[in-house]
T-cell receptor, first 113, second 115 residues
């Protein structure tokens, strides 16, 4: 079975631009979570979606938004990019959100110049 | 807010040495605890987890961890490390209530094992 997939693998943007990152969960998983991992730090929670509804939001500005589609895939959008948004963005899927085990994708490496 | 502390940022061991990585968390309620591993060039993988029951949990590849509630700790251990254990290790906590479903991670411990 395919694991969590994310696209693109790498991305380079300039300050002020916006970016859309995509995630496809494991088949049968209905929840997707997004994390930001800055170099040298552990992943930091951004959003969780379950059945297309936002179930949680971390301490990130409104420039960050996300949505989940009927097929349970998800997009993370970041507007007005700042240099500090440079990070590895991880997507994790789980069967049902809550305390279900989360399976991580390979991430999207975003570089903001 | 919950926080997770990993005491060692970089640990260097020789093969066959014993390993213990510390993890402490700050949350007074019921928690689920995890250790994730990230091998070079690979994505995060679950090593082991504690939800309830026996506080000594065993994971993959010979790893185990002990939950000590009174110390808010969940330390990872392995009796004899191998070169292939070289990786970054993350402790994570999933608390209940309004934050259920969110994983709070420590900053990670880079383990280097010399052959």
């Amino acid at each position: 079975d395919a694991g969590v997939t994310q696209s693109p693998t790498h991305l380079i943007k300039t300050r002020g631009q916006h970016v859309t990152l995509r995630c496809s969960p494991i088949s049968g998983h209905k929840s997707v979570s997004w994390y930001q991992q800055v170099l040298g730090q552990g992943p930091q929670f951004i959003f969780q979606y379950y059945e297309k509804e936002e179930r949680g939001r971390g301490n990130f500005p409104d420039r960050f938004s996300a949505r989940q589609f009927p097929n349970y895939s998800s997009e993370l959008n970041v507007n007005a990019l700042l240099l500090g948004d440079s990070a590895l963005y991880l997507c994790a899927s789980s069967v049902a959100g809550g305390d279900s085990e989360q399976f991580f994708g390979p991430g999207t490496r975003l570089t903001v110049l | 807010a919950q926080s997770v502390s990993q005491h060692n940022h970089h640990v260097i061991l020789s093969e066959a040495a014993s390993l213990e990585l510390g993890c402490n968390y700050s949350y007074g309620g019921t928690v689920n605890l995890f250790w994730y591993v990230q091998y070079p060039g690979q994505h995060l993988q679950l090593l082991l987890k504690y939800f309830s029951g026996d506080p000594l949990v065993k994971g993959i590849k010979g790893f185990e961890a002990e939950f000590i509630k009174s110390k808010f700790s969940f330390n990872l251990r392995k009796p004899s490390v191998q070169w292939s254990d070289t990786a970054e290790y993350f402790c994570a906590v999933n608390a209940g209530g309004s934050t259920l479903g969110r994983l709070y991670f420590g900053r990670g411990t880079q383990l280097t094992v010399w052959p």
